[in-house]
């Protein structure tokens, strides 16, 4: 077994957080014990480039006690939770590449090893490791498919398979229902939260919160920071979007003016350079400015550091600019997911859900993935509800079921008045 984690002697430690994790996370637990007697991907290979925390560390658990041979390694270079690194190469014996704080350098020779394991599927958070892919780093004829986490990942995807370029079929996690409608929203909106005030201790009721971007991720952070006592402001570049977060109480301008008003900005749009040049200059003494999105291009971080007199750091991933009016900003977390940097992710019950679709994606791209196109595809519905139904048991929750009546009344055009 190859790795290359922080120091084993960590395992310990992260052994414990796993199984905490694990006691949170029902719907996978379910999925494991199945996989366990049905073997449905013994003889598979898999490559995961993901967020190494202890709900990653479950989900690697549960494909190997499917029959998988796993490598895994860290989708980003600060969200990886060292203990737990540790733990899969010693307690769980799954190959891991991943170091919190790794450079470039190091991020990407991960990715490599990873590619070295010569994957029939994939597993991705934000499409490094398919895009290296499809670079020509280590693509074979033996990759029948992959599944994509997040929403930046599925942007990227979804534009190799406009241009043609796609070589194999993937499951975009991200769109499914189970996955977006409440890891986007409860998890993003609480663990953003919880990283912001990890980083910097700081009162959120009475300031000036801007959210950039209403997306799923978007609502449930301006959702969260209300609840917290803070006035939000969203900016958007989507009319509906930005229709909608009016309609929900919040304030809605464009960054320009947000700028001037905020005293904490979070970007979670999935773009690039949304706080630019123009809008650091406007913004007050203290400002504190971090990111949710996945890749840490939302803010334009060098146009900052070119811009600033001087720069410091003051905490623990937190780095003060001084702009040229003498007034300082604070970036969180070199810019990078502060949900992932500064504290642990989105809660075990959460991404309970997102790994779930995970693992049943790969066992149907283990079972049926050479009838499948070279396209993004969506979650199937029935993985979609399975989950759902799953969820609901966990949580003892019981619903109603549509009798004949109803069925036969939903179905029909004759019925009415």
């Known amino acids: ?29 379910s999925i494991r014990e199945e996989f366990k007697k049905k073997k449905p991907l013994k003889g598979f290979r898999i ?25 895994l390694c860290a989708s980003n270079p600060l969200s990886t939770q060292d203990d737990v690194a540790a733990s899969l190469v010693k307690d769980f014996g799954i190959s891991t590449f991943a170091k919190k704080g790794e450079d470039s350098k190091t991020y990407y020779r991960h990715i490599h090893a990873a590619l070295e394991h010569h994957p029939h599927i994939t597993m991705d ?22 599944t ?19 070589k194999f079929p993937i499951f975009a996690i991200n769109d499914a229902d189970t996955k977006h409608l409440f890891d986007n929203r409860y ?3 609480q663990s953003t939260i919880d ?27 301006a959702a969260r920071a209300k609840g917290m006592g803070a006035h939000v402001i969203v900016t958007e570049t989507d009319e509906l979007r930005a229709l909608e977060a009016v309609m929900d109480g919040f304030q809605v301008m464009p ?73 300082k900003v604070y970036l969180l977390a070199e810019g990078r997911l502060v949900n992932l940097s500064t504290a642990e992710g989105h809660p075990a019950s959460v991404m309970d859900m997102s790994f779930a679709n995970q693992a049943l994606c790969v066992e149907s791209l283990a079972r049926s993935a050479k009838m499948l196109e070279k396209r993004v595809y969506r979650v199937p519905a029935n993985i979609d509800a399975e989950v759902a139904r799953r969820k609901l048991k966990s949580m003892q929750v019981g619903i109603d079921r549509l009798t004949p009546e109803q069925k036969h009344y939903l179905a029909s055009w004759e019925l009415g008045t």
Request: with cysteine.
């Open 148 to 166: 994509e986490e997040t929403t930046t990942g599925v942007i990227r995807l979804r534009s190799l398979e406009k241009k043609g370029l796609l």
């Open 1 to 29: 077994m190859k790795y290359d984690v922080k120091d084993l002697s960590l395992s310990g430690h992260g052994y414990k957080r796993i199984l905490w994790a694990d006691r949170q996370m029902c719907v996978l637990t």
């Open 47 to 71: 490559s995961a480039c993901l967020h190494v925390t202890t709900e990653t560390a479950n989900l690697m658990i549960t494909l190997k006690e499917g029959g998988a041979d796993i490598v």
């Open 255 to 327: 960054m320009k003016e947000a700028a001037r008003a905020g005293d904490i900005f979070v970007t979670v749009t999935g773009n690039l350079n949304v706080i630019r040049r123009e809008h650091f200059l406007s913004m007050k003494d203290g400002s504190i400015i971090a990111n949710s999105g996945h890749f840490n291009a939302e803010v334009d971080i060098p146009a900052l550091k070119k811009l600033s007199k001087k720069k410091r750091m003051v905490r623990d991933y937190v780095e003060e600019f001084t702009l040229p009016s003498g007034r």
């Open 125 to 146: 958070d934000g499409a490094d490791l398919v895009s290296e892919l499809h670079r020509g780093k280590g693509l074979s004829n033996g990759v029948v498919g992959g």
């Open 187 to 189: 998890g993003t909106g």
């Open 195 to 221: 990283g912001i005030i990890r980083a910097t201790n700081v009162l959120l009721s009475g300031r000036s919160f801007v959210v950039a971007g209403y997306g799923w991720c978007g609502k449930g952070l």
